[in-house]
């Protein structure tokens, strides 16, 4: 009997995906990217509507270059192409703003570029490191971190125990304090 969809993993999905080029497998990988990518949209862009947009719109990329090449490191390269795309809207939305203000609202955000710099690579580290995790942890820590949901609505959403919930939560942030230091000592 074949594994249920939900438990293959992404290379799994994504070498089925290649093989037969049927766009579920890839909708599968993608679906489990979602959370985070809204996420990380709303960072820029600050509006849900606007980020579930892009969201599409990497969507749509990804589905145009995975039918033409492989992707190594699929969550940073969404990342990537999320971060661009909202730094592209961004940019055509402030063309037709007044210099002035804009420069204004972008020292008031952040006057220090390398703090800015740095704090962009912190985000790709820690994407990264979620993405390593077990899918479980991933999960749960996305829900809670980046979904702001409560242990007991995880355990609606994902139909585990409130103590499974607890654990995913305190395992997954262990390990993404191990994977984000091993990536520090990496550099």
């Given at each position: 009997?074949?594994?249920?969809?939900?438990?293959?993993?992404?290379?799994?999905?994504?070498?089925?995906?290649?093989?037969?080029?049927?766009?579920?497998?890839?909708?599968?990988?993608?679906?489990?990217?979602?959370?985070?990518?809204?996420?990380?949209?709303?960072?820029?862009?600050?509006?849900?509507?606007?980020?579930?947009d892009?969201?599409?719109?990497?969507?749509?990329?990804a589905?145009?270059?995975?039918?033409?090449?492989?992707?190594?490191?699929?969550?940073?390269?969404l990342?990537?192409?999320?971060?661009?795309?909202?730094?592209?809207?961004?940019?055509?939305?402030?063309y037709?703003?007044?210099?002035?203000?804009?420069?204004h609202?972008?020292?008031?955000?952040?006057t220090?570029?390398?703090?800015?710099?740095?704090?962009?690579?912190?985000?790709?580290?820690?994407?990264?490191?979620?993405g390593?995790?077990?899918?479980?942890?991933?999960?749960?820590?996305?829900?809670?971190?980046?979904?702001?949901?409560?242990?007991q609505?995880?355990?609606?959403?994902?139909?585990?125990?409130?103590?499974?919930?607890?654990?995913?939560?305190?395992?997954?942030?262990?390990?993404?304090?191990?994977?984000?230091?091993?990536?520090?000592?990496?550099?």
């Open positions: 009997m074949p594994a249920p969809r939900q438990h293959l993993s992404e290379k799994e999905l994504l070498r089925l995906y290649a093989t037969d080029r049927n766009p579920e497998w890839l909708g599968i990988v993608l679906e489990r990217y979602t959370i985070l990518l809204v996420g990380i949209c709303m960072k820029y862009l600050k509006e849900q509507e606007e980020a579930r892009i969201v599409q719109q990497v969507f749509i990329k589905l145009h270059t995975l039918e033409k090449q492989q992707i190594d490191n699929l969550g940073g390269w990342y990537r192409v999320a971060k661009n795309e909202c730094l592209d809207y961004l940019r055509k939305l402030t037709n703003r007044n210099i002035e203000e804009e420069q609202h972008l020292q008031a955000e952040d220090d570029l390398s703090a800015y710099l740095e704090r962009d690579i912190t985000i790709e580290a820690l994407y990264k490191a979620i390593e995790l077990k899918q479980d942890q991933k999960i749960c820590i996305e829900l809670f971190y980046l979904q702001q949901k409560s242990y609505e995880i355990a609606e959403i994902t139909k585990f125990e409130i103590r499974q919930v607890k654990s995913n939560i305190q395992n997954g942030k262990r390990n993404l304090k191990i994977k984000l230091e091993e990536q520090q000592l990496g550099k």
